[in-house]
């Protein structure tokens, strides 16, 4: 596992509940210790609820082995890399690159990136026909869908596999091609730059538009809580990637959107976007 974020621990713990061994790795010390950490309240918290066996939680946490660099992994030859790096290209095919290294002949190279092209990742690689976008949703360990994404040069077997992978852990994949912001963020994210807009031009307050979008709707989550949640620099990066590589005017981010951003005001990450966290 490449990246040790909120995606990343919560992707590392549904394959390690699953029974796969799994590799942690992130160049920050402090974030790969956060993520065993809140692995382990979120195992103990099951335990507490009745949703997990202790021995379950217990072997789900020894199939963790944090990594303090990708040459500590050896070259046992993984089956599977999934990378959720920072949504940076050179971030990500820098990381690429090193971790392809690890794989076995037959292994895959998967990103969940919410928004990057695919076929964009695989050109940086050796082997561009294994790579392909696994793309989970947050939070990963009770959300089940799995958006499988195909990229240019992605073969058949690696799609079949992939979504066997998936189907291991639990989750269910659904298969789309590679376009910017694929299905998911191409109609989620515009609904929540259309809310941004309503309470910027003063439609109605932001507790209005969440309950109207739940209640009128049956949405379990208003668009404004929901941006907070994803975090707001997430949402306006794939504002610009779809108003980038679409070329129309109806993905233009909301300028209260980028506002915020500016403002460091990102939602629940860092304490205060639409609304205040505690």
């Not at 590392?12 to 394959?15: D, E, L, P, T």
């Not at 269910?172 to 091609?177: D, R």
């Not at 403002?263 to 939602?267: F, I, K, M, S």
């Given at each position: 596992?490449?990246?040790?974020?909120?995606?990343?621990?919560?992707i590392?713990?549904?394959?390690a509940?699953?029974?796969?061994e799994v590799?942690?790795?992130?160049v920050?010390?402090?974030?790969?210790?956060?993520?065993?950490?809140?692995?382990?309240?979120?195992?103990?918290?099951?335990v507490?609820?009745?949703?997990?066996s202790?021995?379950?939680?217990?072997?789900?946490k020894q199939?963790?082995?944090?990594?303090?660099?990708?040459?500590?992994?050896?070259?046992?030859?993984?089956?599977?890399?999934?990378?959720?790096?920072t949504?940076k290209?050179?971030?990500?095919t820098?990381?690429?690159?090193?971790?392809?290294?690890?794989?076995a002949p037959?292994?895959?190279?998967?990103?969940?990136t919410?928004?990057?092209?695919?076929t964009?990742?695989?050109?940086?690689?050796?082997?561009?026909?294994?790579?392909?976008?696994?793309?989970?949703?947050?939070?990963?360990?009770?959300?089940?869908?799995v958006?499988?994404v195909?990229?240019?040069?992605?073969s058949?077997?690696?799609?079949?596999?992939?979504?066997?992978?998936?189907?291991?852990?639990?989750k269910?994949?659904?298969?789309?091609?590679d376009?910017?912001?694929?299905?998911?963020?191409?109609?989620?994210?515009?609904m929540?730059?259309?809310?941004?807009?309503?309470?910027?031009?003063?439609?109605?307050?932001?507790?209005?538009?969440?309950?109207?979008?739940?209640?009128?709707?049956?949405?379990p989550?208003?668009?404004l809580?929901?941006?907070?949640?994803?975090?707001?620099?997430?949402?306006?990066?794939?504002?610009?990637?779809l108003?980038?590589?679409?070329?129309?005017?109806?993905?233009?981010?909301?300028?209260?959107?980028?506002?915020?951003v500016q403002?460091?005001?990102?939602?629940k990450?860092?304490?205060?976007?639409?609304?205040?966290?505690?």
């Open positions: 596992m490449l990246g040790a974020g909120t995606m990343g621990r919560g590392a713990q549904v394959f509940q699953a029974g796969y590799f942690l790795f992130d920050m010390p402090a974030v790969r210790e956060n993520a065993l950490a809140e692995i382990g309240k979120f195992l103990d918290k099951g507490e609820k009745g949703r997990i202790a021995a379950d939680a217990s072997a789900a199939r963790l082995r944090p990594v303090k660099k990708l040459a500590d992994v050896g070259d046992c030859g993984l089956p599977l890399v999934v990378e959720a790096a949504e290209v050179e971030i990500k820098d990381l690429l690159k090193e971790a392809q290294k690890l794989l037959d292994g895959i190279l998967a990103s969940n919410s928004s990057i092209s695919i964009q990742l695989a050109a940086a690689t050796q082997r561009p026909e294994r790579f392909i976008g696994m793309h989970f949703f947050n939070p990963v360990p009770l959300m089940r869908l958006e499988v195909r990229g240019l040069q992605t058949d077997q690696t799609v079949a596999e992939t979504v066997a992978h998936a189907e291991a852990v639990g269910t994949p659904v298969q789309c091609n376009h910017p912001g694929f299905v998911s963020n191409r109609v989620l994210m515009p929540i730059n259309e809310a941004v807009f309503c309470l910027q031009e003063g439609v109605a307050r932001a507790e209005a538009i969440d309950e109207i979008m739940k209640l009128g709707m049956n949405h989550m208003g668009p809580a929901l941006a907070d949640l994803i975090g707001l620099d997430v949402c306006l990066f794939i504002m610009e990637v108003h980038r590589d679409l070329g129309e005017d109806r993905y233009r981010p909301c300028p209260l959107l980028r506002k915020m403002a460091g005001r990102l939602g990450k860092t304490k205060q976007g639409f609304y205040p966290y505690k």
